[in-house]
């Protein structure tokens, strides 16, 4: 698989990822993506030669190296790597690491300032920590799930964005930066405790908030964010597609009203926005309105306004609205289509550096690219540490 240029803010970090899957890959996709030199080692025993594109798009921006790390010449090989990485990151079960030879103290052993982190869905510790369990099942525990849903309907599970990527990924890559930063002063490394469990909770804390001021009740689809609000809703249009509006401001709503044809007397049944007596039958009144034209033609009413309305997109349509295709939000490697790097940096962006590798299909390049020599790799393939 060629390498393409890498770039951004962490470039010359080092990260082993020791390899599983969902949360703890997108997190050293997201730090791979930054520059860092990710080096992902597959439990997988097979590997060699790719045809085509690899689907597992999470896999992208590091060479894939087929390690055992049951055989003890793998966990060395591990090991031997820590003494030149910043980073370790794993997703096994609780003790797993550590049943292998490669867990936080085998490793800090071997690199006291290695930052190690750990992905896991109930944490390290607690009743749950070695009981299995997915995105919908952590969630579930910390209480984000309950609220996402209609009035007199079940919990939606929001795919797996919550529990997964946004309390798992996305914290556990907070973290690792986080311990790099007190490392680079310290000296010293530690364990980043990563939990779904966890990071899906923080992201209720605005909710909380919501809650003790009072304007959050415990009922779902009757608060102001949930569907309970006619102003913040999906409405489907005349063609069978849908239209998301959030105008919450007063000066947004008033927008929004006029694009709908119900600005002044027109819409003084909905000019109070807040009388949350009267939401289902203003949403009822919008619901009918928004079925009298397509998606396509309430995009040109509200384009360009500040009514906080737009169209409901496929992720597969997204990629070519004219704001994305701006930004470049959607890019394509060698010919697959994905999204790109996020965030932004203005001095050093990030970049894909090359497309997504089937396991141990990169053994011998990941690994010289790391310092190992040709001698070396050949002794472990020979004794079955490597595929």
Known sequence: MSERRRSGPLTGIRIIELAGVGPAPYACMLLADAGADVIRLERAAGGGAQEGPYWDLLNRSRPSVGVDLKNPRGAELVLSLVERADVLIEGFRPGVAERLGVGPDDCSAR???????????????????????????????????????????????????????????????????????????????????????????????????????????????????????????????????????????????????????????????????????????MKDRLAEIFLTKTRDEWTKIFDGTDSCAAPVLSPFEAREHPHNVARGTYVEVDGVVQPGPSPRF?????????????????????????????ATIAELREAGAIC
């Open 111 to 281: 690199n006291p300032k290695l930052v190690y982190g750990r992905m896991t869905g109930w944490g390290q510790d607690g009743p749950l920590a070695q009981t299995a369990g997915h995105d919908i099942d952590y969630i579930a525990i910390s209480g984000a799930l309950w609220p996402m849903g209609r009035a007199g309907s079940p919990p939606v599970p929001p795919l797996n964005l919550v529990g997964d990527f946004g309390g798992g990924g996305m914290m556990l890559a907070f973290g690792v930066l986080a311990a790099l930063i007190e490392a680079s002063r310290s000296g010293r490394g530690q364990v980043v405790d990563a939990a779904m469990v966890d990071g899906s909770a923080s992201l209720l804390t605005m909710l909380f908030a919501f809650r003790q001021s009072g304007w959050w009740i415990e009922e779902r689809g009757a608060n102001i964010l949930d569907t309970g609000a006619h102003f913040y809703e999906v409405y489907e249009t005349s063609d069978g597609k849908y239209f998301a509006v959030g105008a919450i401001e007063d000066k947004f709503y008033a927008e929004l009203l006029e694009g709908l044809g119900l600005s002044g007397e027109a819409g003084r049944d909905l000019a109070n926005q807040m009388d949350r007596d009267r939401w289902p039958e």
């Open 346 to 374: 203005s001095r050093t962006p990030g970049a894909v550096s090359r497309a997504a590798s089937a396991p141990g299909a990169d053994t011998d390049e990941g690994l010289t690219s790391w310092g190992v020599d040709e």
